[in-house]
């Protein structure tokens, strides 16, 4: 062997050394090493194969004493992400973490204990950022079962992207309905068939023509029925509009603070007759008349009043200028504008 074959031959070993340090497919597998990046319950596909799926050598050795890593990501995030899971979320609300690229916000990388990869499960999973609705749902008396039932928040949110506002995964009221379509039971009480209620009615409640969150906190709330605003519990209460805050958060609040109030088709004379009925220490709560969702009456008038376990008739009547009904707890009474 000549000298100068002999110089080329220390040449090529001594700059294919690095490489060979790095991948040393002939000794260790990278897992000998890092073997607690594997040890959960589910694995990322490519780490199972083979890491340089994802990972390259930079030409350094690995492993060495030196901050610098011999090893780089194949492509930055997301690409490298897209090379295997295709992005078919071109819908136009995402997800903050899915729209900035940043996968890492909820899913681990080499394993996970949990299925698709994500680092906890939703609730905790969600309240790692939504630190706001984890203190709201921590402080509420009522919590909506969903929260914490089964998927939790994919119960009504993609975790990536939508066509509807708030990442929900289809239309508001169809969605708040895909559930409420038969009697839940919720404690003690049974919670009707909403679907029915509003469907099969001819006239609905204005503030439920997109959806139900005008009224209710989706998640969590400190009232009753995980409504936003107060709202009375019984058949009576204090006339304050303190108590009926949730209705007088749309309807004018002279409907209960003005004895002469004009603008209301429940007047006889001069006399406001929401006032006569509400503005009282023992005053009469809305859902004493009104069905506050849906009914076949105008003005959401309801058929029936639940009363203790009765359910007492309205027998509301319109006339031309006014009205008249005979419900159970009075007799037949007739107002005219």
């Not at 819908?91 to 681990?108: I, N, T, V, Y």
């Not at 508001?172 to 469907?199: F, W, Y």
């Not at 009363?307 to 419900?327: A, I, M, N, T, Y």
């Amino acid at each position: 062997m000549t000298k100068h074959i002999l110089i080329t031959i220390i040449l090529a070993v001594a700059c294919c050394a690095p490489a060979a340090a790095q991948t040393a497919s002939g000794s260790k597998k990278c897992t000998d090493c890092h073997n607690k990046l594997v040890e959960k319950k589910f694995m990322h596909g490519p780490v199972g194969e083979n890491c340089d799926k994802c990972h390259q050598s930079n030409g350094k050795a690995h492993p060495n004493e030196e901050e610098d890593e011999a090893f780089t990501l194949s492509q930055k995030m997301p690409a490298l992400c897209y090379t295997c899971h295709e992005n078919t979320f071109q819908q136009e609300f995402k997800h903050s973490p899915f729209d900035e690229g940043d996968c890492l916000s909820c899913h681990e990388i080499h394993s996970s204990n949990q299925p698709q990869l994500i680092a906890q499960l939703p609730p905790n999973l969600c309240y790692f950022c939504h630190t706001d609705l984890k203190e709201s749902v921590e402080k509420a008396t009522t919590v909506h079962a969903v929260v914490n039932d089964g998927k939790s928040c994919l119960n009504c949110h993609s975790p990536h992207a939508s066509a509807e506002k708030k990442i929900l995964i289809a239309e508001e009221q169809k969605l708040c309905l895909s559930c409420h379509d038969k009697p839940v039971t919720a404690g003690t009480r049974t919670i009707q068939n909403m679907k029915e209620t509003i469907e099969g009615r001819k006239y609905v409640h204005g503030a439920i023509d997109n959806g139900c969150t005008a009224c209710h906190n989706p998640h969590a709330s400190s009232n009753q029925n995980i409504l936003k605003l107060a709202y009375p519990v019984s058949n009576y209460a204090q006339g304050k509009v303190a108590n009926y805050a949730l209705c007088f958060d749309c309807h004018e609040k002279g409907l209960l603070e003005d004895p002469k109030f004009e603008d209301t088709g429940f007047r006889d004379g001069e006399r406001n007759l929401h006032y006569v009925h509400i503005n009282k220490d023992k005053g009469r709560s809305c859902f004493n008349c009104h069905d506050v969702h849906a009914s076949n009456n105008l003005f959401l008038i309801a058929d029936k009043i639940k009363f203790g376990e009765w359910q007492l008739p309205v027998r509301w009547q319109k006339v031309d200028k006014g009205g008249s009904c005979s419900p159970g707890c009075h007799g037949e009474k007739k107002y005219q504008r």
